[in-house]
């Protein structure tokens, strides 16, 4: 018996470290592409704390970072994150989460524990698998010896995973330090604008999440941010100006997203200088 039902068992194995469910939701992508953000469409497939799994309208690119925007289902709270895509099979992608906020991973986590249908493996239909069934096999196994095999197996399986989760993060720093590199050469330009005149300007905006860690603490106040945007109303450079550290990083994961209307100088689109006022209030 159990050697009619030991192979069956074993290909819906999950090989993920973090677990995923099946959940279908529509989805709206924001990628940043030569700094101008572009709205893609979409729906998710699965869901888990690590990331998400998501069909799309159009092509996304291996190792580009995302905003995602979701709503899983009967919460009124949205989930939005940044998150890299890692990985694409047809217009199917996985997304990796980056700074995940607390209160975000709590949402998924509810969820999840509570109405989350487990996706078994990488990618496979979704099904349940009766605990009875791994107990049967594992007390039916006639000897030690290929027990030893298939636990040498699951270890080789989890290091290779260590080595391809490693080498993403590695990706991932790369890419961050070659913006960070591009940002630092941009020449600041000459044409400085008041933040009164271009919030007047702006086309696509992204509110900041407010960090669970100063909501804890009780912290509230305005970032002031100096910003350079580009002749195409993409935002290129951003620097703090004053406000709280612990809010100055959401103010400025928010607004790198942002996209203003191009500011024209005798006719013709210029690069500016200009600043953003973001207002953290807990009462809000």
């Not at 970032?223 to 002749?231: C, E, K, M, P, R």
């Not at 406000?243 to 400025?252: C, E, K, R, T, Y």
């Amino acid at each position: 018996m159990s050697t009619g039902t030991a192979p069956a068992i074993a290909k819906n194995v999950s090989t993920r470290r973090v677990p995923r469910y099946k959940l279908t939701v529509p989805l709206e992508l924001t990628v940043l592409r030569s700094g101008v953000p572009d709205r893609v469409s979409g729906h998710t497939l699965e869901l888990g704390e690590g990331g998400l799994g998501v069909r799309t309208a159009s092509q996304l690119v291996v190792g580009e970072s995302v905003r995602v925007e979701f709503l899983v289902p009967h919460m009124n709270l949205p989930v939005r994150a940044t998150a890299v895509v890692r990985y694409q099979r047809d217009r199917c992608f996985g997304l990796q989460f980056l700074r995940l906020p607390s209160d975000q991973q709590s949402i998924i986590h509810y969820w999840s524990r509570r109405e989350g249908e487990l996706v078994l493996g990488s990618r496979t239909a979704p099904q349940r698998v009766p605990l009875a069934s791994y107990v049967e096999t594992e007390v039916a196994e006639p000897g030690s010896g290929k027990r030893r095999v298939v636990g040498l197996v699951v270890v080789l399986v989890l290091i290779g995973i260590g080595l391809v989760w490693w080498r993403w993060q590695q990706g991932w720093d790369e890419i961050e330090g070659q913006a960070a590199g591009k940002e630092a050469a941009v020449m600041l330009p000459q044409v400085t604008v008041p933040a009164e005149v271009m919030e007047h300007r702006v086309v696509h905006k992204f509110l900041p999440e407010y960090p669970q860690a100063a909501k804890q603490a009780g912290v509230q106040g305005t970032v002031v941010l100096d910003a350079t945007v580009g002749s195409q109303g993409n935002v290129e450079r951003l620097k703090v100006i004053s406000g709280p550290d612990v809010l100055s990083q959401a103010a400025m994961d928010a607004v790198r997203w942002w996209r203003y209307e191009p500011y024209l100088v005798n006719g013709q689109a210029v690069a500016i200088r200009t600043t953003v006022h973001l207002d953290f209030r807990l009462a809000n």
